[in-house]
């Protein structure tokens, strides 16, 4: 095989991963497999598509090697092929952010008020949180904080925010967080503890953002 050649056959192969991450959905799909494992009729609900569309998706990405799956009974569950696999949904969503004007004005719409945001960086949110200066909340779905979630946050799905928000302190700030930037759970979360008179601002980063940045995570045994 010439040089030409080969070098062409190297950028083909390279291409792969952007023919397989082209689709919206299935870039949305990555972020919530970046969240732990699922089966498909999980990531059809969670996506809003069909069945049959989001196994479509699965296997373009399989086909890329981007996502891995395992028999577990009668189900198949499906999960990102290691981190480098979400760090790559991290770096492509923040080059996304920095170079297009028009993502940046519609991430600008998801908040209403600037102090909906938390200001604090990871790894203060970190040592605010070790101390209990701050009560961090993860209001995804179990599963997923079971899988990953930042350390010193306590489980609270947003279905569930409602009937246990007297577990929460109204003595100090309340942070939520959810998938990262483009979920809206944590949003919904802080809105509604606003409401209720709590101190409550969004953190804006997920596991993926988090592990991408070099802090832990925690896992349940």
């Known amino acids: ?4 050649r080969l070098k062409d056959l190297l950028y083909e192969q390279v291409a792969r991963i952007g023919k397989a991450v082209s689709s919206p959905k299935r870039l949305e799909l990555l972020e919530v497999l970046s969240q732990g494992e699922k089966h498909v009729e999980q990531l059809a609900a969670a996506t809003d598509i069909s069945v049959k569309l989001a ?5 373009a990405l399989k ?12 189900n198949v569950l499906y999960r990102v092929a290691g981190a480098q696999v979400a760090g790559l949904w991290v770096a492509l969503r923040e080059t996304a952010e920095a170079r297009l004007t028009s993502l940046q004005t519609a991430m600008k719409e998801l908040v209403s008020h600037p102090n909906e945001l938390s200001p604090i960086n990871g ?7 070790k101390r209990g200066d701050v009560m961090v909340i993860d209001v995804r779905p179990p599963g997923e904080y079971a899988a990953a979630h ?12 409602r ?11 309340v942070v939520a967080y959810c998938r990262g930037p483009f979920c809206l759970m944590a949003l919904e979360a802080v809105r509604l503890l606003n409401r209720e008179g709590f101190q409550a601002a969004r953190f ?8 991408a940045s070099g802090l832990p995570l925690a896992r349940e045994a």
């Open 1 to 4: 095989m010439n040089a030409r």
């Open 123 to 129: 790894e203060e949110l970190l040592a605010q949180a």
């Open 63 to 74: 086909s890329a090697r981007l996502v891995e799956s395992r028999r577990d009974g009668k």
């Open 163 to 173: 009937s246990r928000i007297g577990e929460l302190p109204k003595s100090k700030p």
């Open 55 to 59: 196994s479509a998706h699965l296997k």
């Open 204 to 211: 804006e980063q997920g596991v993926a953002e988090w592990h």
């Open 150 to 161: 930042l350390p010193f946050a306590r489980s609270i799905p947003l279905a569930e925010l």
